[in-house]
T-cell receptor
């Protein structure tokens, strides 16, 4: 079983809609979770991270964490064509001090104008 | 956020030659740097972790004699792909962190094409 799983998509939403991206993880001991956006041919950009159960909002983005069910999601409100990218869920490795990340395979989002 | 610069952004080399990729932290001291590889339509996979002044730690399946990592200073780590082959063609990305528990910042990546 992969440590971090995502649906590869593509997820297609119309402009202005809410895009919902999901991620499940296998290690119950995972404490924090990162969402990155990656445009084609570019390096990942950090969108936000979450470590407490519940919701965390930052502008148009909301991360939701449910540790009991071992899933984390990212909602993008008022989706724009510029949001079209691959979204990566990532979990830090367990070894203390290491900031290496285990990434999911990513979900490709397409926002239709 | 902090700035990590990776150079070159793309490189084409002939099979059998070696290629060096640099990763620099521009405005902070990076005690730890990570090297990832991303093949087309796949996610990032950690290759190795380097700590300044120490030997790098390689992930399982990554050949340490083929992917040479040097982290001689707190602002520079290099990855040398030796005797490159077409199957080494990939997107190589570094990230750098300043200390325990701190966020790691990504470089812009290097697209390596071996012909």
């Amino acid at each position: 079983q992969k440590e971090v799983e995502q649906n590869s998509g593509p997820l297609s939403v119309p402009e202005g809609a809410i895009a919902s991206l999901n991620c499940t993880y296998s290690d119950r001991g995972s404490q924090s979770f990162f969402w990155y956006r990656q445009y084609s041919g570019k390096s990942p950009e950090l969108i936000m991270f979450i470590y407490s159960n519940g919701d965390k909002e930052d502008g148009r983005f909301t991360a939701q964490l449910n540790k009991a069910s071992q899933y984390v999601s990212l909602l993008i409100r008022d989706s724009q064509p510029s949001d079209s990218a691959t979204y990566l869920c990532a979990v830090p490795e367990k070894v203390t001090g290491r900031r290496a990340l285990t990434f999911g395979s990513g979900t490709r989002l397409q926002v239709q104008p | 956020g902090a700035v990590v610069s990776q150079h070159p952004s793309w490189v084409i080399c002939k099979s059998g030659t070696s290629v060096k990729i640099e990763c620099r932290s521009l405005d902070f001291q990076a005690t730890t740097m990570f090297w990832y590889r991303q093949f087309p339509k796949q996610s990032l996979m950690l290759m190795a972790t380097s700590n300044e002044g120490s030997k790098a730690t390689y992930e399982q399946g990554v050949e340490k004699d083929k992917f040479l990592i040097n982290h001689a200073s707190l602002t520079l780590s290099t990855l040398t792909v030796t005797s490159a082959h077409p199957e080494d063609s990939s997107f190589y990305i570094c990230s750098a962190a300043s200390g325990v528990g701190t966020e790691a910042f990504f470089g812009q990546g290097t697209r390596l094409t071996v012909v």
